[in-house]
């Protein structure tokens, strides 16, 4: 369907007078996505009405931080993202656009952040295969720390206007009628059920059977939900010192601590965004010239992932733990490369060689 969005001013204007005619700070916005041409504008206008508001919004997952902190200040505190799965391939099938790795970006940086999610995981997509939800179960404990799916597993329905109504043919879909309960809707001989409805049930060739999958994510999924849940509930978060940062994880119950320093300290900062390696090494190539040159970065990188303190997904690398005080993506490049930053008369590269001991990963 055809994108249709309001101009900032009426988004503005309307929010406020309803807000003023009503005498209400909580306010839920019922269009179903946020427009990713003019958010930034909405949230900085929202911002710059400095009231007290709480604002929901359903938006895509693929904000960058500097947006979700703009969010945060706008009072949009409650989100619905546009996450369905953490199997790219599940997602790559959806359509998406997208992939596992971004999606626990998101994670990372709405936490960070303090904005709550209202997300779901979903199976049942015609052309999935066992494999990608085996996958998937064996990489959620890695996340247990960020904000699990309110619900559990949730099977994909047929709405009209969808990709799987449009394209039956293409999924295999062999029969659909109208959802059982949706269809007491309709008085018999009325309309035609199929012509004006738009929930529907179907069977299609294409599906696997769900009991090869959905009992273990189920599991998993529901370990996840249960253990956030909790008084206190799994962590793994990071800390800058002078010199170094240090990595709390509780994931597991036990409690695990680190302490980083030099380039693996440098490294791990600069993936709080998905990067490329080579990335890596032009973002590091000024401050440590003969690492980049002799393939360091990618030994270093290599032990972050054992130590499961970055992820890998293709070549994209990103940090697991959450920053106790959050920064943005700008604010953490500058801090480790120095660009554009001086202290006591010292550059960025020499001030944090003045404090940081070569200690690597501890």
């Given at each position: 369907?055809?994108?249709?969005?309001?101009?900032?001013?009426?988004?503005?204007?309307?929010?406020?007078?309803?807000?003023?005619?009503?005498?209400?700070?909580k306010m839920c916005a019922a269009d179903w996505i946020i427009s990713r041409r003019r958010r930034r504008e909405i949230f900085t206008r929202l911002k710059?009405?400095?009231?007290?508001?709480?604002?929901?919004?359903?938006?895509?997952?693929?904000?960058?931080?500097?947006?979700?902190?703009?969010?945060?200040?706008?009072?949009?505190?409650?989100?619905?993202?546009?996450?369905?799965?953490?199997?790219?391939?599940?997602?790559?099938?959806?359509?998406?656009?997208?992939?596992?790795?971004?999606?626990?970006?998101?994670?990372?940086?709405?936490?960070?952040?303090?904005?709550?999610?209202?997300?779901?995981?979903?199976?049942?997509?015609?052309?999935?295969q066992v494999e990608w939800y085996r996958d998937m179960a064996a990489f959620l404990p890695h996340i247990v720390h960020l904000q699990p799916p309110v619900?559990?597993?949730?099977?994909?329905?047929?709405?009209?206007?969808?990709?799987?109504?449009?394209?039956?043919?293409?999924?295999?879909?062999?029969?659909?009628?109208?959802?059982?309960?949706?269809?007491?809707?309709?008085?018999?001989?009325?309309?035609?059920?199929?012509?004006?409805?738009?929930?529907?049930?179907?069977?299609?060739?294409?599906?696997?059977?769900?009991?090869?999958?959905?009992?273990?994510?189920?599991?998993?999924?529901?370990?996840?939900?249960?253990?956030?849940?909790?008084?206190?509930?799994?962590?793994?978060?990071?800390?800058?010192?002078?010199?170094?940062?240090?990595?709390?994880?509780?994931?597991?119950?036990?409690?695990?601590?680190?302490?980083?320093?030099?380039?693996?300290?440098?490294?791990?900062?600069?993936?709080?965004?998905?990067?490329?390696?080579?990335?890596?090494?032009?973002?590091?190539?000024?401050?440590?010239?003969?690492?980049?040159?002799?393939?360091?970065?990618?030994?270093?990188?290599?032990?972050?992932?054992?130590?499961?303190?970055?992820?890998?997904?293709?070549?994209?690398?990103?940090?697991?733990?959450?920053a106790v005080r959050p920064r943005t993506t700008q604010e953490i490049v500058t801090y480790v490369t120095g660009s554009g930053a001086e202290e006591d008369?010292?550059?960025?590269?020499?001030?944090?060689?003045?404090?940081?001991?070569?200690?690597?990963?501890?």
């Open positions: 369907m055809r994108f249709r969005e309001k101009d900032t001013d009426r988004v503005i204007s309307e929010l406020v007078s309803l807000m003023s005619r009503y005498k209400v700070l710059e009405l400095d009231l007290d508001i709480e604002c929901f919004y359903e938006t895509r997952a693929d904000l960058t931080k500097e947006e979700i902190l703009l969010m945060q200040q706008a009072g949009v505190t409650t989100i619905q993202p546009g996450i369905e799965s953490f199997s790219t391939e599940l997602l790559m099938l959806m359509n998406k656009n997208t992939s596992r790795i971004r999606h626990v970006q998101f994670l990372r940086w709405c936490k960070e952040y303090g904005i709550h999610l209202s997300y779901n995981v979903l199976g049942g997509f015609p052309g999935e619900q559990n597993v949730h099977f994909v329905e047929m709405h009209r206007f969808s990709p799987l109504f449009q394209a039956k043919e293409q999924f295999g879909v062999d029969r659909y009628e109208l959802r059982e309960d949706y269809a007491f809707n309709f008085p018999p001989s009325l309309v035609d059920p199929l012509k004006i409805g738009y929930f529907f049930t179907y069977s299609s060739s294409a599906l696997v059977d769900r009991g090869e999958y959905a009992p273990r994510v189920r599991e998993v999924v529901g370990e996840w939900i249960d253990a956030y849940e909790q008084h206190v509930p799994p962590k793994y978060e990071y800390a800058l010192g002078a010199g170094f940062l240090q990595v709390a994880d509780t994931r597991d119950g036990e409690g695990r601590y680190l302490r980083l320093s030099d380039l693996h300290h440098d490294v791990f900062l600069l993936c709080d965004k998905a990067r490329k390696v080579s990335n890596l090494k032009h973002l590091l190539a000024a401050g440590y010239p003969a690492e980049v040159a002799d393939g360091t970065i990618e030994r270093v990188v290599d032990e972050l992932v054992q130590r499961d303190l970055l992820m890998r997904e293709g070549a994209l690398v990103l940090t697991l733990p959450t008369g010292l550059s960025g590269d020499d001030a944090r060689a003045a404090i940081r001991p070569a200690i690597g990963v501890h």
